[in-house]
């Protein structure tokens, strides 16, 4: 915590001091209660503050809990069940507590003040990469807040960050799909693409039998029934590099590559220039020319900061590798969509994981691996 | 305590020189300023709905605001040309030329801030770029160079002039010790302003239309060729339109400037255009796509096959002494140099860098009428700042402004 800050921070004296400390009291050192298994019991501590103890606490453990669960463990984890029930809890509360205010009116502006200051610190906050654990948390609850202020609605966001010992890999099996495009539609669905753009993170190429990879002769949006005679089919999305030109050109450092890999973009500190996008060699990046819009039935709600969160006109996104689920255990909404299991997705530092048994075992490729970008993502046949 | 009065008194002087004129300069200043408006409301209108207003899409995700930015990067840098032999090698012919020259590269470094900010999806956010307040990727993005170099290089167009201008407008001579060193380095830092925008491109594997040696180089002769050959044209103008004696002989060495760095370019075309096409690769696609279209895909024909033609005929006018000596037959050449080197090192540049696509993919561009408008906005306030400095400066150099002199005011008639 004590590191230089890089960037630029408004100070509105709003933010409390609980942050200098290593615990949500402010203490620094001895027991002061809310380590303990039944904080709410002793010291008053507003609701806010109680929230973030037990975040921190939280998120201490599984850091350590995640290297050695995986699969639905993670998403069984009884903890995350304590929290996601205390937020909501919290959540119902303020949201009774604000239309009991509409409905007084005498206090109906606190509403608007309240969107009022989370748009400001929104605005002002700093770059996602370079916050502490706490900041990272604080702009969580602006934004789940912020969407229950806006839409009435509970959004649960994550803010987790890479576990030790992953790193993603993707694996393409050329022999399986058939092009149902089951994934595009998955892939849209679970991370609020823009419906009226059309946005789509993967494209499928659909070429002839006979002639090898000829891309600029395949159709990547075809609209008819599959598989076509004599075709076969090929994905593409972003490919997550290991050294992924479009982290060096970005003139903010807005989008960076994770620890376990995932190459992701802070949306909120995106100035919207699209070097990046000129950079990739395999149009993985796609920008929102309009204020995306996704109907509010539709709306996914498990999110991360980093993932499918809403976004806003004018800013870059990308594939994650589905960020909100693979770092909760799952694979990614394309992998669980396949019909045709052509997706293999996991841990390339696990050595019983699919993904390592197709890379020791098949004839696997990359595209364009001259250009040195080592994506980490494999294609292969049976 | 003088200087600051002295300085209060030419910001005061100044300003009431421009906003007083002939009718002529009246309506030209009226025009610049409606088609500023029009840009304006072009402009809140993309702010409103976003970049989709535009003719990019993903596909070709960079256009005219990219072009335009590219090439004025380039007539920028030429002003350098012109301080060079002025202020360091004494040579007094550039004397009169060099101050225009200087403000037509702050003019051109506006509009290139201008259209950087156009291009951008969120300007709420600039404020990340500053180095210092926000997070500055540097040294590994060549924007941020670049947003270094364009910024410094405008200081030091500003302040140079500036100091000149202001010691006149007191009635002294310029110190040399200060603005030579100054000269130098805008000299260097003129040269690197075009190279790092040249990186900008040069630097990116994924584009191999871009991802060339030669395109740096390239860049520098082009500029050195279109930059003088507005400097050229500006200065006629001022001729004109003014009582500022320009000599013949000024004119003539800029266009010896001119001729000179075009045959360069152009034996670098021929150098590219052979690489490209004897021996095409699938990295020659983009190059193919340019000059002859793909697959029944042909929009930038009309354009490319434009600018190779004025290219050439201006180059070869110009190599003949008899026909470069020749003034109306040098201002034709200059305009049709200036044309045919926007079109190249613009759109001609830009747009083929994405078409192909990654993959293949053949999605061709135009620009929409509110992306030209906001084009023509900034063109608009170019020429405008232009106009005013230029008008300033003149008017210090002829004497009609100086400290402790105001009647001049109503006496002068540009």
Redesign the interface.
Known sequence: MAEKK???QLDLGLSKAQGSGSCGCGKDSGDCGSHSDHPDKEYRLTAEEFDAAVEKELMGETAVSQTQKDGFQQVFDVKMDRRTAFRKLTASLLVGAGAVHTSCSLTAGNETKEKAQIDWEE?FK??YK?MTKEEKQATVDRLVRSYQLRKKKNIKMSSADASKDVLFGYAFNISKCQGYMNCVSACVEENNQDRN?Q?QYI?I?EMKDGEGF?????D?NYYHEVPAEGHFYMG?QCFHCDNP?CV???????TWREEDGLVVIDY????????C???????G???????PEVPEDEVNKNQHYLGNRMR?????EKCTFCVQRSRAGKDPACVEACPTGARIFGNLLDPDSTIRWVLENKQVFRLKED???EPKFWYFMD | METIKAFMSMVKDSLGYITHGSRTYHIWMIFLTVIMLIGMYCYSIQLDEGLSVTGMTDRVSWGLYISNFTFLVGVAAAAVMLVMPTYVLHDIDFKQAVLIGEGLAVAALIMCLAFVVADMGGPSVLWHMIPGIGVFNFPNSMLAWDVIVLNGYLFINISIPLYILFRHYQGKEAKASVYIPGSILSVLWAVGIHLVTAFLYEGLQARPFWNNALLGPRFLASAFAAGPALIILVLAAIRKFSEFRIEDKTIKKIAMIVTVAAQINLIMLISELFKEFYAPTHHSESAYYLFFGLEGKTALLPWIWTAIPLNILATVLLTFHKLRNNLNVLYFCCFILFVAIWIEKGFGLIVPGFIPGPYGKIAEYTPTWIEIWVTLGIWALGAFIFTMLAKTSIGIELGKLRYRKKEVLDSESV
Request: glycine content about 8%.
């Open positions: 890089k960037w630029f605005q700093g770059n370079l753009s946005m494209r190429h000829k891309f600029n002769e395949a990547d593409t030109p060096n050109v970005c003139p903010v450092e807005a909120d500190w995106c100035i919207g220039c699209r070097y996008m000129a950079a990739c060699p395999y149009d990046r796609r920008f929102n020319w309009s204020k806003k006109k004018g800013v870059m250009l040195g970008t």
